[in-house]
């Protein structure tokens, strides 16, 4: 079976110059706009950072950042509320590296436990951990990863995130996942990412992957 195709006209030199003037004109109009919205972004800081919503890779790109940040040197903490019954890959990767305080301090999903009181008790000493790290202003990165989620059920109280986020070294980075963010930690943050959920592969009863969920 053929495919028919119609070729695209071939431009004229003038033509294909004229077209070129205008691509560069658009780029040069372009890069005037970018450069002095960075020349506007003078202020040096550490930023809080959330990555929420129910689509995947919040945890992804949360560790991404990790990278980015040890290749530059710089000292990263984090804490996993959430995925303590099970090994990921990130913590398998991470968690040696020079320059990390790795913590997993959760007893698995909310559903698995299924006993209130043990994960307040396992959140809280969690946050605990978290709290000093974000003392610490050695530390130039804090990954809370799932702590929205710890939030959403009241484990943590929300004030206290927010009081330890506001009282952290000025330079320093925090980073907050899980779904569900609240209002309140939304309106703190400097950047907030939602990730939206268009499709997945669990859906169509595909199993979680070593070096994409796991």
């Known amino acids: 079976m053929s495919e028919s195709t119609t070729a695209a006209p071939e431009l004229t030199a003038a033509e294909q110059a004229a077209k ?14 970018v450069d002095a919205a960075i020349a506007r972004a003078d202020t040096v800081r550490g930023i809080v950072l959330v990555l929420t919503g129910n689509g995947k890779g919040k945890s992804s790109s949360a560790f991404g950042m990790v990278a980015r ?20 890959g990130e913590e398998a990767f991470f968690r040696d590296l020079p320059g990390v305080s790795y913590h997993v301090m959760g007893e ?11 994960d307040v008790a396992a ?16 530390i130039h990165m804090v990954v809370l990863d799932e702590l929205n989620i710890a939030l959403k059920y009241g484990y943590i109280p929300l004030e ?10 000025a ?13 309140e930690l939304i309106e703190l943050a400097d950047t907030v990412t939602e990730m939206g959920d268009v499709k997945h592969a669990f859906r169509a009863g595909i199993k979680a992957q070593h070096g994409i969920e796991l």
Request: hydrophobic share 40%; net charge positive.
């Open 20 to 33: 070129d003037e205008r691509h560069q004109n658009r780029m040069q109009r372009k890069k005037e706009v």
């Open 108 to 118: 698995g999903f909310t559903w698995e436990t299924q006993n209130r009181e043990r």
């Open 160 to 169: 206290a995130v927010i009081e330890a986020a506001k009282a952290r070294p």
């Open 171 to 183: 330079h320093q980075n925090l980073i907050i996942t899980g779904r569900r963010a609240p209002a």
């Open 123 to 138: 959140a809280m000493a969690a946050f605990d951990v978290a709290r000093g790290l974000m003392a610490d202003p050695a």
């Open 69 to 88: 940040a040890l290749g530059h040197g710089q000292r990263v903490g984090v804490v996993q509320f959430i995925k303590g019954a099970f090994s990921t």
